[in-house]
Structure formats: structure tokens, C-alpha cells
């Protein structure tokens, strides 16, 4: 047993320190990113900023909306094959620039993107989603996709401390996934124990992954815009969001209403209400480690993007960042008792 003195830090524990700047207007700021990835080589560029690969976000509409305006979205993983079919029957090639196809790392997760990627090889992303990214199988799965699909970007998580990162990249990741635990209906934190404050872990990883030329998304704990604008300033390459974009008519689910108020339901993908909707039954050995909740029902995603990117580049010419690129470098975070 050990402990750890150092303090370490989440969103509520810091704000930004203002700086000096020569920005007139906010719309000067540019949040357009241009990335060229480690292992494949290819080349994007749009704004950083992703929809969870939750089943409440990750959604073929959602990503229709996003791409309009060059933001990601993750597709989760429980779409079917006449689904992506059906996706790909009414959408421009330009839209998989923009998009992720989601698999665990189970077999028949395996044959399953094999197909998807066998009809649509256009797809350049895929994001391996696990719970916990220490286990030796999830190293064992990556080389393995690594080998088959060298020209694909590759996403996988979740990890928070840097020599995992720094493992992940070296066996074949593109892109790391960061965070465990900060989500809004994530428990993990209180039915095991284990996690790591977000903006510490996006700091540390950041540090790791960008000195092996990779890059990181912070996932997790973002449900402001400052927030958004905190992990990037600590040096997150993406942000990726599930709450803040819930509850929106691009988002899964039905509209429940209640006492003259519209909902939507969002929930954890480890939640009972997750694996009673995909599992065929639910392990004896295992936990619930998600949460359900009502969220009201906020229309169309389009007005929530606004004040989203509206609010990063207010963060932006606040400390003189005339490119999102430039937040890292501009950033002075200010440790505070209270917000």
C-alpha cells in the first residue's frame, strides 16, 4: 500500500486566469484544429469536440447534426448491421470524416466491425470502448486491430495515469480515451473506489501521449462550456461530451412527460437499465456501475452547439487565444475553495 501526497485536481477546483489580449471580437477565435495522427497518418481537421459513443448521444442523427459543422460524433456500438445500412443509404461520404464506429473487445465484437468495415471501408475511426483499459486482453485486442486495419485511426480507452497512455500508443492507439468516473451518470467512482480527478489525469496524460506524437480526449466531467474550455486548456486534444448533449431530439430515447414537462431518459452504458436493454441477462459477479435519469427534453442540438462554441471562444479571447490550438499555451489555471 502507498499513497500519493500530491494534490490532484478536477473542473470545480480551478478557474482560468485572465491574460492580456488583442482579440476584438469572439468571432474572430478559430476552433478549427488540424491533426495528423501517429499509426495512419491521416490527416484531419474540425473542431475537437465529440458526442459520447452512449446510446443516448452516439446517434446516427446526432452525427448527421454534428458534421454540419465539423464535430464528431462516436456511433455506439449497439447498432445493428441493417441499421449502419440504412445509415449509409442517405448520406454523403463527407460525413464519415466526422464519424467513429464503436466495438468492445470480444469476439464476436470483432466479426461484427469486421463486417461493418467489410461493406463501408470508407470509415477511417474506430474507438475500442472498454470500462477499464488496464486489463491485458484490451493491450491484446488493440495490437490485434492494429495488424488488420493499419490505415484506420484508433481510439481506445479508458485510462487516466500516463504510462498507461504511453502503453496504449506504443501498441498501435491513435487516440487515447481518458477518464474514469467523472461522468454525470457514471458511479464507477462510488462502487469501486477507482478513479482520478479529470483535469489532473487529461494534464498527466496529455504530457504522456504528446511526447509519443499521440493525442488524448478528455471523457468525462464536462457539463459547462468552462468546463470544455478547462480541458482543453489543460491540454486535451478533443473533449468528449454525453450529458450536455442528451435530452435533445438527434438524442435516443423516447419523450416522456411528466407534470406538463417533457424528458428524456439518459443512463450510464454500465447502467442496469444499459445491460437490461443488451444483454440477454445480467451477470451475477458484476455491478451496476451507471445511473439513470430523466433529463428535459431541450430540442434540437443545434441551439445547445451555439452557446457550447460561443462560450470557447469567449474562453478563448479571454486569454488572448486566437486559435483553439493556442488555449494550451494560454492557460493559467488559478486553484480556488469555491465557484
Not at 477546483?13 to 471580437?25: E, G, N, Q
Not at 506524437?213 to 480541458?231: L, N, V
Request: with cysteine; proline share 2%; net charge positive.
Amino acid at each position: 500500500m502507498r499513497i500519493e501526497d500530491d494534490l490532484k485536481l478536477g473542473f470545480k477546483d480551478v478557474m482560468i486566469r485572465p491574460k492580456r489580449s488583442t482579440i476584438k471580437s469572439r468571432s474572430e477565435v478559430i476552433l478549427e484544429r488540424k491533426f495528423i495522427f501517429l499509426h495512419s497518418n491521416y490527416s484531419w481537421d474540425g473542431i475537437p469536440i465529440m458526442a459520447s459513443n452512449m446510446d443516448t448521444t452516439g446517434t446516427f442523427e446526432m452525427a448527421k447534426s454534428l458534421s454540419q459543422i465539423k464535430l464528431f460524433t462516436v456511433i455506439h456500438k449497439h447498432y445493428s448491421l441493417e441499421d449502419w445500412s440504412t445509415f449509409f443509404t442517405n448520406i454523403s461520404d463527407e460525413i464519415t470524416k466526422y464519424i467513429a464506429i464503436s466495438t468492445g473487445i470480444k469476439e464476436k465484437d470483432f466479426t461484427k466491425l469486421n463486417k461493418i468495415l467489410g461493406f463501408y471501408n470508407q470509415l477511417k475511426f474506430i474507438c475500442v470502448d472498454v470500462a477499464n483499459g488496464y486489463s491485458e486482453s484490451f493491450i491484446y485486442f488493440i495490437k490485434k486491430l492494429r495488424s488488420k486495419y493499419p490505415d484506420k485511426v484508433i481510439i481506445a480507452g479508458n485510462v487516466v495515469t500516463g504510462e498507461m497512455v504511453e502503453e496504449l500508443i506504443l501498441s498501435g492507439v491513435d487516440i487515447v480515451k481518458v477518464g474514469i468516473g467523472p461522468g454525470s451518470v457514471c458511479t464507477t467512482r462510488n462502487k469501486t473506489g477507482v478513479g482520478y480527478p479529470q483535469l489532473s489525469a487529461i494534464i498527466e496524460c496529455a504530457d504522456a501521449a504528446h511526447g509519443l506524437g499521440g493525442h488524448i480526449i478528455s471523457d468525462g466531467g464536462c457539463t459547462t462550456p468552462g468546463d470544455i474550455a478547462k480541458a482543453f486548456g489543460g491540454g486535451a486534444d478533443f473533449v468528449m461530451l454525453g450529458g450536455m448533449l442528451a435530452g435533445h431530439v438527434e438524442s435516443g430515447g423516447d419523450i416522456h412527460y411528466e407534470n406538463g414537462n417533457s424528458y428524456k431518459q439518459f443512463y450510464g452504458m454500465s447502467s442496469f437499465t444499459a445491460m437490461e436493454k443488451y444483454s440477454d441477462k445480467i451477470a451475477e459477479y458484476r455491478a451496476s456501475e451507471g445511473k439513470t435519469i430523466q433529463v428535459p427534453f431541450r430540442g434540437e442540438v443545434r441551439k445547445t452547439l451555439r452557446d457550447i462554441l460561443g462560450g470557447l471562444r469567449s474562453s478563448c479571447s479571454y486569454v488572448g487565444a486566437k486559435r483553439l490550438k493556442e488555449l494550451t499555451k494560454r492557460t493559467t489555471f488559478i486553484k480556488v475553495l469555491e465557484q
